[in-house]
């Protein structure tokens, strides 16, 4: 279970007593997270998620929580979070960074249609055009400075082939300049897990703690590459289609984007081989993350580099 700091029934029914959302009934934790503890929580007036943080620093945090804030004010379907009493959101429980939010209804959807894939292309634009006012920046911690510290920082613990590979996309990178394409808020991490499906609709986008400021595009190839690919990894030409029509319907790719899509789908898969490849060769004394294998999207990039297809347009 990924819940690396317990609460107590006593420490959490005490701690709630901050908030108006009435009396602890129940509480559980939440299997699939995997760098926070998360939590169910029950309450005589509504049902909520518990997050504490174990390792995003503290003053990043009103970013995320003010972000999930503003975009729910804008209709999206993301987890608002609550005030407490003194009209805060992020508060303090078993000595950690904590903050509760509204839950949402549905499940995730590990096996999606084209019909899906098109529902979150619009869902994305959507939240793209939303961003736009928010006034709160932080920079994408995983960005393009960011991969190439961690590309150099991993290398040693590669094989000869992935070492190929990685100096060889690392150089193409560094030639590349997202930052002349439209910029703004970015969810960073939209993979199938962190949308609810109610029905046929979407009932909820979760987990905004890899959200901040970049390429948009970028968020749209972090998204295909997870939504849109099969067994083999290679994308699914309608899957992708439907995507990526369904975005453009709201926000129109511009030229620019055009021309950087297959090096953004490049840059997409290099972030998460880095991450993973960072939490199983280089974990930070006392860090707590699942570590998911990084040979996946190794080999995600292998096909990006050989073929992509056009964004519309």
Same mark, same amino acid.
């Given at each position: 279970?990924?819940?690396?700091?317990?609460?107590?029934?006593?420490?959490?029914?005490?701690?709630?007593?901050?908030?108006?959302?009435?009396?602890?009934?129940?509480?559980?934790?939440?299997?699939?997270?995997?760098?926070?503890?998360?939590?169910?929580?029950?309450?005589?007036?509504?049902?909520?998620?518990?997050?504490?943080?174990?390792?995003?620093?503290?003053?990043?945090?009103?970013?995320?929580?003010?972000l999930m804030a503003h975009?729910?004010?804008?209709?999206?379907?993301?987890?608002?979070?609550?005030?407490?009493?003194?009209?805060?959101?992020?508060?303090?429980?078993?000595?950690?960074?904590?903050?509760?939010?509204?839950?949402l209804n549905g499940v995730?959807?590990?096996?999606?249609?084209?019909?899906?894939?098109?529902?979150?292309?619009?869902?994305?634009?959507?939240?793209?055009?939303?961003?736009?006012?928010?006034?709160?920046?932080?920079?994408?911690?995983?960005?393009?400075?960011?991969?190439?510290?961690?590309?150099?920082?991993?290398?040693?613990?590669?094989?000869?082939?992935?070492? $190929? &590979? /990685? !100096? +060889?996309?690392? @150089?193409?990178?560094?030639?590349?300049?997202? %930052?002349?394409?439209?910029?703004?808020?970015?969810?960073?991490?939209?993979?199938?897990?962190?949308v609810l499906w109610d029905?046929?609709?979407?009932?909820?986008?979760?987990?905004?703690?890899?959200?901040?400021?970049?390429?948009?595009?970028?968020?749209?190839?972090?998204?295909?590459?997870?939504?849109?690919?099969?067994?083999?990894?290679?994308?699914?030409?309608?899957?992708?289609? $439907? &995507? /990526? !029509? +369904?975005?453009? @319907?709201?926000?129109?790719?511009?030229?620019? %984007?055009?021309?950087?899509?297959?090096?953004?789908?490049?840059?997409?898969?290099?972030?998460?081989?880095?991450?993973?490849?960072?939490?199983?060769?280089?974990?930070?004394?006392?860090?707590?993350?699942?570590?998911?294998?990084?040979?996946?999207?190794?080999?995600?990039?292998?096909?990006?580099?050989?073929?992509?297809?056009?964004?519309?347009?």
């Amino acid at each position: 279970m990924s819940v690396f700091t317990s609460v107590s029934a006593g420490q959490l029914a005490h701690w709630l007593g901050g908030y108006a959302v009435g009396r602890l009934v129940e509480f559980r934790g939440i299997p699939a997270g995997v760098q926070n503890s998360n939590f169910f929580v029950t309450t005589t007036l509504g049902r909520y998620v518990l997050t504490l943080f174990e390792a995003i620093p503290r003053g990043d945090l009103p970013y995320f929580l003010y972000l999930m804030a503003h975009l729910a004010h804008h209709g999206l379907p993301v987890p608002a979070p609550i005030a407490n009493r003194d009209n805060e959101y992020l508060g303090t429980l078993s000595e950690r960074p904590a903050a509760l939010v509204r839950r949402l209804n549905g499940v995730s959807e590990m096996a999606p249609t084209a019909d899906h894939c098109a529902r979150v292309g619009a869902m994305l634009a959507g939240l793209h055009l939303a961003g736009q006012s928010y006034g709160r920046r932080l920079e994408n911690a995983r960005g393009a400075a960011w991969r190439a510290d961690t590309g150099a920082r991993v290398r040693a613990h590669l094989g000869a082939d992935e070492r $190929a &590979l /990685l !100096d +060889a996309e690392l @150089a193409f990178q560094a030639t590349q300049g997202f %930052e002349t394409l439209p910029q703004g808020v970015i969810h960073a991490d939209l993979f199938r897990d962190n949308v609810l499906w109610d029905g046929e609709h979407i009932g909820g986008v979760i987990d905004f703690y890899f959200a901040g400021n970049d390429a948009l595009l970028f968020d749209v190839a972090v998204t295909v590459n997870d939504w849109c690919v099969g067994p083999d990894k290679q994308l699914d030409p309608s899957r992708t289609a $439907a &995507l /990526l !029509d +369904a975005y453009h @319907a709201e926000r129109p790719f511009t030229q620019a %984007e055009r021309q950087c899509w297959q090096a953004m789908l490049r840059a997409a898969a290099l972030r998460f081989w880095l991450s993973r490849a960072e939490d199983l060769h280089l974990p930070k004394p006392g860090e707590m993350v699942q570590v998911k294998d990084p040979a996946e999207y190794a080999a995600i990039l292998r096909l990006r580099v050989a073929a992509t297809p056009p964004l519309p347009g």
